[in-house]
């Protein structure tokens, strides 16, 4: 069974940071493509950034110059470093792993970025 479980988020005055995490278990993790997503209030889910099972990385412009994605095979974990927040980066933000025709996602992880 596959379980993908997000952990870090909360509550981060403007130009904060956080680091979210993602552990999945029940998959060959090193041959998906690990991405987290986000979706704020009234907004459909978006992508925000990827890596690939080689380590190549892709990132929404609105993020490329403060968010950071990392993996750890041995870990079977994905990071999500996300520093200068803005009110604007606050939404559940979920992980999502990916192979071929398989797509599998977490819950969620809220992160509010408010004064």
């Known amino acids: 069974q596959v379980h993908i479980v997000e952990s870090g988020g909360g509550l981060v005055q403007p130009g904060g940071s956080l680091r979210l995490s993602c552990a999945a278990s029940?998959?060959?993790?090193?041959?998906?493509?690990m991405g987290w997503y986000r979706q704020a209030p009234g907004k459909q889910r978006e992508l925000v950034t990827n890596?690939?099972?080689?380590?190549?990385?892709n990132y929404q412009d609105s993020v490329k110059d403060n968010f950071a994605i990392s993996r750890d095979n041995a870990k079977n974990t994905v990071y999500l470093q996300m520093n200068s927040l803005k009110p604007e980066d606050t939404a559940v933000y979920y992980c999502?792993?990916?192979?071929?025709?398989?797509?599998?996602w977490g819950q969620g992880t809220q992160v509010t970025v408010s004064s």
């Open positions: 999502n792993a990916r192979y071929s025709f398989l797509s599998y």
């Open positions: 029940g998959i060959i993790f090193s041959r998906y493509t």
């Open positions: 890596i690939s099972s080689s380590g190549s990385t």
